[in-house]
T-cell receptor, first 113, second 111 residues
Framework: NAGVTQTPKFQVLKTGQSMTLQCAQD?????MSWYRQDPGMGLRLIHY???????DQGEVPNGYNVSRSTTEDFPLRLLSAAPSQTSVYFC????????????FGSGTQLSVL | KQEVTQIPAALSVPEGENLVLNCSFT??????LQWFRQDPGKGLTSLLL?????REQTSGRLNASLDKSSGRSTLYIAASQPGDSATYLC??????????FGAGTRLFVKA
């Protein structure tokens, strides 16, 4: 039972590079989201999706793109990496509105030099 | 804008002690409140979810309460153990899956 799977676990980028963080869930959850966690600031919502083909912005969406072509996958794209995007990124999912218990992946630690 | 605050930021207690972690939120019109546990270098694990119509939830040695009118939730841990050492986060949701997290309380239980 894989749950929420994130890849890669660690990544180092140079300023200006682009990359995609992968997230997949095998629980048939409608809702998926991306958070970043910075020291002393808790988790902040970047983007979320309530179903395939539907995405919306969270608190801190600038510099990130998402798409949801399937129920299972919700990749996060960094368009032009900046040092301010150095953070730990978490993907989360839940079944639906009314059952919003969140399940998290193990995270991606990203450093932008 | 919803803000979630957790006090204290860190807590160290001897094994066996009962303890309370606090969470406050500014917008009482929440849909639910969740408590999570995070171990170093790991993701978050949901411990308890309290719907807005509920006052508390219990799981084993954990009990979480919710008082929407005062904008507060507490997580009570009974008979703490070294294995309870972790960061505990609370998160408030207004529905539509926009969940706002507190910065967490780092708990250390000494053997």
């Amino acid at each position: 039972n894989a749950g929420v799977t994130q890849t890669p676990k660690f990544q180092v980028l140079k300023t200006g590079q682009s990359m995609t963080l992968q997230c997949a869930q095998d629980m048939n959850h409608e809702y998926m989201s991306w958070y970043r966690q910075d020291p002393g600031m808790g988790l902040r919502l970047i983007h979320y999706s309530v179903g395939a083909g539907i995405t919306d912005q969270g608190e801190v969406p600038n510099g990130y793109n998402v798409s949801r072509s399937t129920t299972e996958d919700f990749p996060l794209r960094l368009l032009s990496a900046a040092p301010s995007q150095t953070s730990v990124y978490f993907c989360a999912s839940s079944y639906s509105i009314g059952d919003e218990k969140l399940f998290f992946g193990s995270g991606t630690q990203l450093s932008v030099l | 804008k919803q803000e979630v605050t957790q006090i204290p930021a860190a807590l160290s207690v001897p094994e066996g002690e009962n303890l309370v972690l606090n969470c406050s939120f500014t917008d009482s019109a929440i849909y639910n409140l969740q408590w999570f546990r995070q171990d170093p270098g790991k993701g978050l694990t949901s411990l308890l979810l309290i719907q807005s119509s509920q006052r508390e939830q219990t799981s084993g040695r954990l009990n979480a309460s919710l008082d929407k009118s005062s904008g507060r939730s507490t997580l009570y841990i009974a008979a703490s153990q070294p294995g309870d050492s972790a960061t505990y986060l609370c998160a408030a949701s207004k529905g539509g899956f926009k969940t706002i997290f507190g910065a967490g309380t780092r708990l250390f239980v000494k053997a």
